[in-house]
């Protein structure tokens, strides 16, 4: 197993062609039900300029107002089309069963209307750490979404003791969004409800992403006790963000009335795409003494794998021009007149820590034995080694601190599994074992952008988490696909990488990642499978207690009538741990009928969703629950219907800080008096209905 597996690790492994020819076929529609109550906003992507003035021209070149299309912002408000969605597999045998082959396609063409309540907080707090907020901002999204999926599995049995097979995968995601924004001031300007000052922010982007991986693997028995095999993977992925564009308007409200014209603020266009290549090769030699010591093996392997990315950042903003000497007054976005200032904004922004690229290089080995005791007991034990090498390169000159970095790093991690088979039905088992987590690409470039909510960045001085993992499990296995299944777990984390804003002077509050000391994590888990006749239940419940200790500033009254900054330790969950997750499903299964349903439920606790660096005012995201329902029915030999219901309740997203709120009366939507409301999306239901064809 991989190193990089704290929380464990997923195998999957592609189904070989079956032992008869098979199709599957499928196709369906559906809309969102928000869809029905709101137009969903579209925009010309054809306008969308793939290549930022400087990459068309040369990074010498100095763009004009002329280089940048206004259509991208000329929307279009109507009922969509409904989403579209098909899928076909076939697959056969050839060459008396020597030769298998599966290939899978899909598409999916869907379309989403969300809503979003956002307020940005102010950087520092009031005093006794009362929160206080900038700007409150009401969105809406419009999103359509187009994927196109295809995979081959070939898979050839030279003999008994030796196969080989071949898996490609191509997968490619077109995204156009829209976002309109009311932002109302809630600092200058701003008097109480009814009276503000107020943006319109418009933004378009589109999205094209790309995966493709091509992996060839061979099993062989080389002797009776010898068994090799390997595999060989390479991956391609690109992300492409062009002509990002963002335009925004500013009018007043006084009493509920406009009581200005609204006047343009600066456009902005960003260009943003990388591309990741990985290249890896892994090699495992097992060795079987099944004539002596039954059961047994031992085992060693290796890996290698290359990691390269090259990333690309370019920013353009164009002011209005001012007519008569006052700001320029809205009529429509094709009237505008806008200039660089000074000119030599028109080179943009490719100077810049978010143009960089990146490598990352592992090497790893491994040795590990399984001895088999008394029929009873199977201990599983090893230790493996990863070597870690990443460096980056930015586009920044040279005495830019950050401007290259290299991390270097070596792990070795044991790891015991001891099995003790009760009886054929029950197992025990305990395990311990090391693990880490390594920072991303992305986190440790001294990268610096204005995101969805927050100015964001990078560390280059970010450390790669360790962990030590304790697990015992009771096994058990009654009847047919019934389980019982009961865990209780304990992990010390050294280094756990958290993402929390900090204060840096002019720029403000930046949300990074950062290593805040060390964590523990601890608690239990059931998994549970029952069937009684046609119905059946699943159910998955995990209880997790995770705990750090970080400084904290508490920005109070000293005693003395002197408001100062002080520190002081808070104890609290790990970033992103709730402490009660539950998945339960409700199963009906009748083949005679041909009749399959599934209503399904997955409960989500509190959760920190975003640190702050002040006492008491971290961002918790609060529990939800969501339920589905899905069934199919057959209705001729090989033909189904099915339906999809997803999101049935629509239970808000809700972000809150907890803390005893006073702004009831003077900022909207704050009306509890316990916490402050930070966030609430609202996503909508969705149905889908469609049709199934099975030969084989």
């Not at 090259?310 to 429509?332: C, H, M, R, T």
């Not at 200032?341 to 922004?349: H, K, L, R």
């Not at 104890?571 to 402490?579: A, C, H, K, V, W």
């Not at 939800?624 to 049935?648: P, Q, R």
């Amino acid at each position: 197993m991989e190193s990089d597996a704290i929380g464990g690790a997923m195998n999957l492994v592609m189904k070989n062609a079956p032992g008869r020819f098979f199709i599957n076929a499928n196709i369906s529609t559906g809309y969102g039900m928000s869809l029905g109550r709101n137009d969903f906003r579209s925009f010309n992507t054809g306008a969308i300029m793939d290549l930022s003035p400087a990459q068309r021209y040369g990074a010498d070149y100095c763009a004009t107002p002329g280089d940048f299309s206004l259509k991208v912002f000329d929307y279009n408000d109507r009922r969509p089309y409904p989403d579209f969605n098909a899928g076909i597999s076939i697959g056969n045998r050839f060459f008396g069963h020597k030769l298998g082959v599966v290939a899978s396609v899909s598409y999916q063409n869907n379309r989403r209307f969300d809503q979003s309540t956002f307020f940005e907080p102010y950087v520092v707090p009031t005093p006794e750490n009362t929160p206080s907020f900038a700007n409150m901002q009401l969105r809406k999204y419009s999103t359509q979404t187009e994927r196109i999926g295809v995979h081959v599995k070939v898979d050839y049995t030279i003999n008994r003791k030796h196969s080989i097979s071949l898996y490609g995968l191509l997968v490619n995601l077109n995204e156009a969004q829209s976002r309109s924004t009311v932002d109302t001031m809630l600092s200058a300007g701003y008097i109480g409800a009814g009276s503000a000052n107020v943006q319109l922010w418009e933004r378009s982007r589109v999205q094209n992403q790309y995966i493709g991986n091509g992996t060839v693997k061979g099993e062989h028995q080389l002797t009776a006790m010898f068994k090799l095999d390997w595999t060989g993977a390479l991956s391609l992925a690109t992300n492409n963000m062009p002509g990002w564009g963002e335009f925004q308007t500013q009018h007043t409200v006084r009493n509920g009335m406009v009581s200005s014209q609204p006047v343009i603020l600066p456009f902005k266009y960003i260009w943003q795409n990388n591309r990741d290549g990985d290249r890896s090769i892994m090699l495992n030699l097992a060795y079987a003494p099944e004539a002596w010591m039954k059961g047994s093996e031992l085992k060693v392997g290796t890996l290698y794998r290359a990691k390269h990315r090259n990333s690309y950042y370019n920013s353009y903003d164009l002011y209005p021009k001012l007519i008569n000497g006052a700001p320029q007054v809205f009529e429509s976005v094709d009237k505008a007149e806008m200039y660089f200032t000074p000119v030599e904004a028109g080179y943009g922004s490719e100077i810049n820590p978010n143009h960089y690229i990146s490598d990352e290089n592992i090497l790893a080995a491994y040795i590990q034995v399984k001895i088999k005791l008394w029929n009873k007991i199977q201990i599983l034990t090893g230790a493996r080694v990863e070597e870690t090498r990443q460096q980056f390169e930015t586009s920044m000159p040279e005495k830019f601190e950050g401007k290259r970095g290299k991390i270097n790093y070596t792990d070795f991690l044991p790891s015991f599994h001891l099995k003790y088979e009760i009886d054929e039905k029950q197992n025990l088992r305990f395990s311990y074992y090391k693990a880490i987590c390594r920072p991303g690409f992305f986190e440790v470039i001294p990268y610096f952008i204005i995101g969805e909510d927050y100015k964001e960045g990078g560390n280059p001085y970010l450390k790669h988490t360790r962990a030590y993992n304790f697990d015992i499990r009771y096994e058990y296995f009654p009847t047919g696909i019934d389980q019982l299944l009961l865990g209780i777990f304990y992990k010390d984390i050294k280094d756990p990488i958290e993402h929390g804003y900090s204060l840096e002077g002019s720029l403000g509050a930046v949300l990074r990642p950062n290593n805040f000391g060390e964590a523990y994590n601890y608690g239990a888990e059931i998994v549970l499978t029952k069937y009684i006749g046609n119905f059946g239940m699943s159910l998955n419940y995990t209880f997790t207690r995770s705990q750090i200790t970080t400084d904290k500033g508490y920005y109070g009254d000293n005693g003395n009538g002197e408001i100062l900054t002080v520190t002081m330790p808070q104890t609290r969950p790990l970033q992103g741990q709730s402490m009660h997750v539950a998945n339960v499903s409700l199963l009906y299964k009748n083949p005679k009928l041909g009749l399959d349903a599934q209503l399904s439920s997955v409960y989500t606790g509190k959760r920190i969703l975003q640190l702050s660096p002040y006492y008491g005012l971290d961002y918790w995201q609060q529990p939800a629950v969501t339920l589905d329902f899905s069934t199919e029915k057959t209705i001729l030999k090989n033909f189904s219907v099915f339906v999809k219901l997803n999101n049935i309740l629509d239970i808000p997203v809700k972000v809150l800080i907890e803390k005893k709120n006073d702004m009831q009366s003077r900022i909207p939507f704050q009306k509890h008096p316990d916490y402050y409301l930070v966030q609430n999306d609202r996503f909508g239901q969705s149905g889908l209905i469609g049709f199934r064809y099975k030969l084989k």
